[in-house]
């Protein structure tokens, strides 16, 4: 099989010409000697590494073989081979590279050296945030499943930033993951740091925020079945103006949620009003704001619905600072069914995810695609729609 070049590899510090993924992890990367992190226990089962902890801005970049190779206009393996004092290497080209390793202040990379020959046995995970329910338990899935084949996980989070995703990429190879699963930042409209992944045949998997699926394993929601199931339960209590706060329009999510909803209101007999159906980048005065909005409608929505429970909660407190009753007025429900959805007052109706599921799934498709690197395969679960207080006249 034909060498692949290893000068695009966007990660290396070596440069070597190398054949496979598994010889590239073995010269690029953070070096983390088996002394330092043994075989973790079961019990160490994650790491969180921040999008800043690996400043290329910190590091000198290290001399390689292949700077004296294309000095001495030799090959890289010569290079090695006479700092080795092989025997195969003539003793006029052993001196020429030992010299000029001495003149350069040469000395090897533990990568390059090719000294960590066993895999880490970690996947790294990108996801939006560590600290809602939604995520932590899709973590918690992957967690498990990648514990049962004797791996760990190494977090990081993109903080709904493509650029800390970008960073977050780069430096989980640098810790040297076997692979990624990734949820993708709300900002993320551009894939070239997954392409150059995929071009180097790092196994990768999405879940619930998806790109590049014709090509990378997916796992997913039905979003239109989810939200098709909202407005069925809204038109059958007896609500008819039904309003929706989408999420960013390049998002999958958005996209699919979309569709569900103009295709609910088509099965319930409902007309469509392009003033109820409204994007925003999940910020909370934007849900402020478009909530305004739709109230100084001449007709105002009597239901209301989100891209997820956050953005809810925000619609729920301005309803209330206005006097408006929830669900009496105005019926609302929210996306995710985040663990405080049954704080709130009214408790909230919310689309619950089998949030486990798609952590174990993700985990399974990952080490199908370690094994295999053609597969690719997107796997759509069914959300439940989970009815409170908030979306109910008669309660």
Not at 291 to 311: K, S, V
Request: aromatic residues 10%.
């Amino acid at each position: 099989m034909p060498f692949k070049s290893h000068d695009s590899y966007p990660f290396c510090q070596t440069k070597c010409a190398l054949q496979s993924f598994a010889e590239k992890k073995k010269c690029c990367g953070t070096y983390f000697p088996s002394t330092f992190f043994p075989t973790p226990p079961l019990s160490w089962i994650v790491f969180i590494i921040s999008a800043k902890s690996f400043s290329p801005v910190m590091a000198k970049r290290h001399l390689s073989l292949k700077d004296l190779a294309t000095e001495l206009n030799i090959s890289i393996s010569t290079v090695s081979r006479a700092l080795k004092n092989h025997p195969d290497i003539s003793p006029e080209i052993t001196k020429k590279v030992q010299d000029l390793a001495l003149a350069r202040n040469y000395t090897p990379n533990p990568l390059a050296m090719g000294l960590l020959k066993q895999e880490t046995r970690m996947i790294g995970v990108i996801v939006p945030d560590l600290v809602t329910h939604f995520y932590s338990s899709i973590i918690s899935g992957i967690e498990e499943y990648a514990k049962s084949r004797g791996y760990f996980i190494l977090l990081a989070s993109s903080y709904e930033s493509m650029e800390r995703e970008i960073e977050s990429v780069s430096n989980l190879l640098k810790a040297r993951v076997d692979g990624m699963i990734v949820c993708l930042s709300k900002e993320t409209d551009r894939f070239d740091h997954f392409l150059r992944l995929i071009e180097n045949e790092i196994p990768l998997v999405f879940f619930d925020r998806l790109c590049l699926t014709d090509r990378v394993p997916c796992v997913a929601i039905d979003n239109k079945d989810a939200v098709e199931k909202i407005i069925r339960h809204f038109h059958e209590g007896g609500y008819r103006r039904i309003a929706f706060i989408s999420g960013p329009t390049h998002l999958n999510i958005s996209h699919d949620r979309v569709a569900g909803y103009l295709s609910g209101l088509q099965k319930a007999g409902l007309d469509f009003d392009p003033c109820l159906l409204r994007p925003c980048n999940m910020l909370v005065e934007e849900a402020i704001q478009i909530t305004d909005d739709w109230l100084a409608l001449p007709e105002p929505p009597d239901a209301i619905f989100g891209i997820n429970d956050r953005i809810i909660f925000e619609v729920m407190k301005e309803l209330r600072n206005r006097g408006i009753k929830i669900p009496e007025e105005v019926g609302v429900i929210g996306f995710a069914d985040e663990f405080h959805a049954t704080f709130s007052t009214p408790q909230l109706t919310s689309t619950m995810h089998p949030t486990r599921e798609i952590g174990i799934k993700a985990a399974e498709l990952f080490f199908k695609k370690m094994e295999d690197p053609e597969f690719v395969e997107t796997v759509v679960l069914q959300a439940k729609l989970v009815v409170r207080e908030s979306s109910v006249r008669s309660l």
